[in-house]
């Protein structure tokens, strides 16, 4: 069951803006892409419940779009259809009934597919939250070359036993889907596994959702989420050769 953490915060729900172009069909989903399109490396990124539609964090301010050396795409796992909490009608225990992460698993196949059929080699994933759960299929099915994990929700610790590639798990201090007695439990099995590269870590002071869901006026918030997003990119920059 998720959290009330989950969907605490939320963003403001405004699809403008961004560096990048909305296509109706990558890999059989609407997506907003950016980044280099000659590009050989690529990155998916899979959002947290609010889904695609919160751009000033997540497509508008993530800092990958800008180096320009991979092609990123963000898939619309939900279809048009983000979790909104104004909805008393569907909360989020009945919203994910029909957006398990399982299924969007199955529906991040093709887009990884169609990346490889642009003649992309290297495919790395970061997944928020909701999201993690669907980076971590595709890092146990061995989809892509590298993962990161931001603030996982529904990840345990034997999916982490069965991941393939390079991992980064980066988690909040107070966190109730993914604490840091979990967090660290993640890190013990993957230094257990010395096939695996691994970096985790925990940052001190954020909660749950933290490196996406923020206020742009509040520096120290601005601040952790940068640093994830740094992180996240150094680990690409590492792994995705």
Known sequence: MASSQCCDNPPALNPAGGEGKVVDSFGGLKAYVAGSEDSKAAVVLVADVFGTCSPPPLLKSVPIFRLGQYFVVVPDFFHGDPFTPDNAERPIYEWL????????????????????????SAIGAAGYCWGAKVVVELAKAHEIQAAVLLHPSFV???DIKEVKCPISILGAEIDKMSPPELVKQFEQVLSANSGVAHF?????GVSHGWSVRYSLDDAAAVKSAEEALADMIDWFNKNLK
């Open 97 to 120: 009934k029909s957006h398990t992460p399982e299924k969007g698993f199955e529906e991040a196949k093709p887009v990884i597919a169609a990346l490889k059929e642009k003649g992309i």
């Open 200 to 204: 985790v870590k925990i940052f001190p």
């Open 156 to 158: 345990a610790v034997d």
